[in-house]
């Protein structure tokens, strides 16, 4: 069989495998590209099998750089199934639609500035009805249950332990009167995590597929990541301001919400303060999410069951509102009062937060507390990088707040917890390929793997394409071509570019608005003289 890498390969999101056999196509994840403009323009990109071509589907989670693709699969004319956890479909049918809406936004938006310049208008990625109609093909299995395809694949779905019905695959294929076992496993979670079971390990397998966001940094304590963050709530109301937390919308916010209500009487004298502040959640999806998070608590773990038992409700708690309509968002930026508002996206690329943002960024008072992974590229990321300035709605904004990292609340898996899961196997597999992570993660961790289990790890790119057999052995049969490599160097290029031209015109303006003597006029005047004979040069 030949196992293809599509998406998550040298770098963290686009989750997209293809597994062939010698008689049908199947498909790991299908998820989507973001961060940088070069990351989010493979979107675009055709798939480089004929959708009507594939059998299946298996899909590990709901998150959008997981699923998010699928809307596109179905509309270029995959009619297989989906199969995944029960939850996971649940979460989709939020999940995908919302994503039309931002496709068909976004191709509005881009619109309107094609019709000024003349130009061909585009077509959205997918739309609002291409999600609601992909939905009819998702095929619901329970964690644990032993699921025939066909003659020739055998699926179990596992406990990943990363958001709500998450999934670790183990994959049985049998051809040639062979049977070859591979684990992909999706996003794992942390141990002791709120609300979730933790990460069910497996047995044995002849490849395994794993992912490495983290696979070079360990997370703080979950005791001391919540003390922090108490801390940073209470030092934040004291000075007057609010704090913000880009959170997404499924799974992070729940474990939020959880988490507060938890220690709520554990730190008398932390969350006296706490109590009295009002907390909103300004998400549509993640209320939604949270709703789904309701109706499925047989995936809770045994300490959320117990809440619930004792009459507890431990997704809600005193001071916390959920805020559905526009006005009421946009009447959280006119409040007088301290408050904490949780918002997605969680990195920052759309939505609501956005305006939050604006209207923070800037306030020494206020705190940004990040609280999970934020790829590169994106605005999430220039903020906790670092950045002086960020461009928001086309407005230069001065970053001024406080900005902090959480580690411990993230739901992915920190190096040695990936390595406690790979230590569960009894059989140890023959190889390990390192995915979903950024350059430094995976080799460090392929690294350390190698070092620590004595086990053959790859580390494929986005195109790579190998071979498996029984025998446990592999073969590569195709590579990234080089052209592309050049190409995404290029659009990043560009992207650079147009960030630091746009920080460098607002330093400008700041400077010749304080006056400069003319001597300095007539230095800056040449040097930008030489600047605009570059970009006629490049566009000659």
């Known amino acids: 069989m030949n196992l293809s890498f599509l998406g998550a390969a040298g770098t963290v999101t686009g989750s997209c495998f293809l597994l062939e056999t010698e008689n049908r196509k199947y498909l790991v994840d299908c998820g989507m590209f973001q961060g940088s403009a070069a990351e989010e323009s493979l979107n675009e990109q055709p798939f480089p099998i004929n959708p009507a071509d594939l059998d299946c589907v298996f899909l590990t989670h709901a998150h959008i750089d997981h699923s998010g693709r699928i809307p596109k699969l179905f509309r270029e004319g995959f009619k297989g199934y989906i199969v995944t956890t029960k939850a996971t479909a649940e ?25 000024r310049a003349g130009k061909p208008e585009k077509q959205p990625l997918y739309t609002i009805q291409d999600a609601l109609d992909c939905l009819k093909l998702f095929k619901s299995v329970h964690y644990d249950e032993l699921v025939d395809i066909n003659d020739e694949v055998t699926v179990r779905f596992r406990d990943a332990g990363h958001i709500l019905g998450s999934a670790i695959i183990e994959m049985w294929v049998r051809e040639n009167g062979s049977e070859t076992k591979i684990v992909f496993s999706g996003d794992l979670g942390n141990w002791n995590m709120p609300i979730l079971r933790d990460p069910t390990f497996i047995d044995e397998a002849d490849y395994v597929i794993i992912e490495s966001t983290y696979g070079n940094r ?5 005791e001391e990541s919540i003390d922090r963050f108490i801390d940073l709530i209470n030092d ?27 220690h709520i009487g554990k730190y008398n004298e932390k969350l006296a303060k706490f109590l009295n502040i009002q907390t909103f959640i300004d998400s549509p999806l993640a209320i939604s999410a949270t709703e789904v998070f309701r109706n499925n608590l047989d995936c809770f773990d045994e300490e959320a069951r117990e809440y619930i038992a004792n009459g507890d409700n431990p997704l809600d708690f005193p001071g916390l509102t959920f805020t559905r309509t526009a006005e009421e968002s946009k009447a959280l930026n006119e409040r007088t009062e301290s408050c904490i508002i949780i918002s997605a996206s969680g990195m920052c690329e759309a939505g609501r937060i956005k305006h939050h943002l604006k209207h923070n960024l800037w306030r020494e008072d206020s705190t940004i507390i990040f609280v999970g ?32 990292m959480i580690h411990g609340l993230s739901g992915h898996a920190d190096r040695d917890t990936l390595m406690k899961w790979l230590r569960g196997f009894k059989r140890k597999p023959e190889r390990i390929f390192i995915v979903h992570g950024e350059d430094m993660s995976a080799k460090d961790f392929a690294s350390l793997v190698e070092s620590n289990l ?15 057999d029984a025998g446990r052995s592999i073969s590569r049969l195709a590579q990234t071509p080089k052209q592309e490599f050049l190409r995404l160097e290029l659009l990043n ?8 031209y746009e920080d460098m015109a607002g330093m400008l303006v700041a400077d010749l608005k304080k006056g400069l003597d003319d ?21 000659a």
């Open 91 to 115: 979460l989709c049918a939020i999940m995908l639609p919302d994503s039309g809406h931002i496709q068909e936004f976004e191709a509005e938006w881009e619109n309107r500035k094609r019709r």
């Open 218 to 222: 360990l997370h703080e304590k979950k």
């Open 236 to 262: 934040t109301v004291e000075k007057g301001g609010n704090v913000i937390i880009p959170s997404f919308a499924v799974g992070r916010t729940q474990e939020i919400i959880y988490e507060l209500n938890k």
């Open 373 to 404: 992974y934020q790829a590169e590229g994106t605005l999430g990321r220039r903020i906790l990088d670092g950045a002086k300035k960020v461009r928001i709605f086309g407005e230069e904004i001065s970053v001024n707040a406080r900005v902090e």
């Open 454 to 468: 004595n086990i053959e790890t790859v580390i494929p790119l986005r195109g790579d394409k190998y071979v498996l």
């Open 493 to 500: 290029m560009i992207e650079t570019l147009r960030e630091q």
């Open 519 to 539: 001597s300095d006029v007539n230095m800056l005047k040449k040097k930008l003289e030489q600047v605009q004979k570059a970009f006629l040069d490049v566009l």
